[in-house]
């Protein structure tokens, strides 16, 4: 992700990818403001460009931050089928934003959870979530009290400083990280991240973008695909953490998948 930053802590990414399997080729813009009040503007705002590969042409424009969303919670989804326990019956979420809503969306239609749990810093936002979805949301009123005996853990914050702590965490539970998206920036404490087996979705980006990663110096285990093609162990057994940084292949394929979708109803 290429950044420019001025004072007041703004980003704006770009992200290029192809994709010789798909036959696709994309370039997502991406804004990062970190708000300093309650804001009704998303952190995150996208747009994704997809061309024909053949000659370069713009094909489409795409919203991007609804791709973005539904992309990475999809990917959290696949890592979860993999290395959750046998038995999960309760759902974390940590963050009351869209990336809390997507979250909820698929791992409530993938998978059967007897209790789903919230917790946010303003409370607000977390009631307002439990009231907005369909299925009934626990409203904690600490993080602690809502991570205390889940199985799955999602983290989707903005938080700078970690929020999960290695202590707090059931044996055996499956952690979804995907906020902390800068090098200086953490939501898991040093405990969980060096007691717990580490996948990736890049090694790269993991060690260069990844405050969790980088300032806990834990050891990666594995790339989440190297999972998907059996190449390495997913041990659903151990404690296990997904750090999510997002790739730029990921929105190109669901970008293509959207357009094709698209295309066939009209």
């Not at 809390?100 to 936002?125: G, P, Q």
């Not at 009290?145 to 059931?170: N, R, S």
């Not at 057994?237 to 999510?244: A, D, G, I, R, W």
């Amino acid at each position: 992700m290429s950044n420019v930053r001025n004072s007041l802590t703004r980003f704006l990414g770009v992200m290029p990818a192809y994709s010789a399997a798909d036959d696709a080729l994309t370039t997502k813009l991406v804004t990062f403001y970190e708000h300093k009040k309650d804001s009704s503007v998303p952190s995150h705002q996208a747009t994704v460009l997809l061309f024909d590969p053949r000659n370069g042409s713009l094909k489409a424009v795409l919203d991007g931050s609804v791709i973005t969303a539904k992309r990475t919670a999809a990917v959290s989804a696949i890592a979860t089928k993999l290395l959750m326990p046998a038995f999960a019956e309760v759902l974390c979420i940590l963050g009351a934003g869209v990336q809390a809503y997507s979250h909820y969306d698929i791992f409530t239609e993938l998978f059967t959870f007897k209790e789903v749990r919230i917790w946010n810093r303003t409370k607000e936002k977390a009631v307002k979530f439990a009231n907005s979805v369909n299925g009934p949301v626990q409203v904690c009123s600490s993080a602690q009290e809502a991570v205390t005996g889940a199985d799955v853990i999602i983290t989707v914050t903005m938080a700078t400083t970690p929020i999960l702590f290695g202590d707090w965490v059931k044996p055996g539970a499956h952690i979804n990280a995907v906020g902390a998206s800068r090098p200086d920036w953490r939501e898991l404490d040093d405990e969980l991240m060096k007691n717990s087996v580490l996948f990736v979705d890049s090694r790269e980006a993991a060690l260069t973008e990844s405050g969790d990663v980088i300032l806990s110096g834990a050891e990666i285990f594995a790339e989440l695909g190297e999972v998907v093609k059996g190449t390495k162990p997913a041990l659903p057994e151990k404690t296990t953490v997904f750090k999510s940084l997002g790739m730029a292949v990921e929105d190109t394929v669901a970008a293509k998948f959207v357009y094709e979708s698209w295309s066939a109803g009209n």
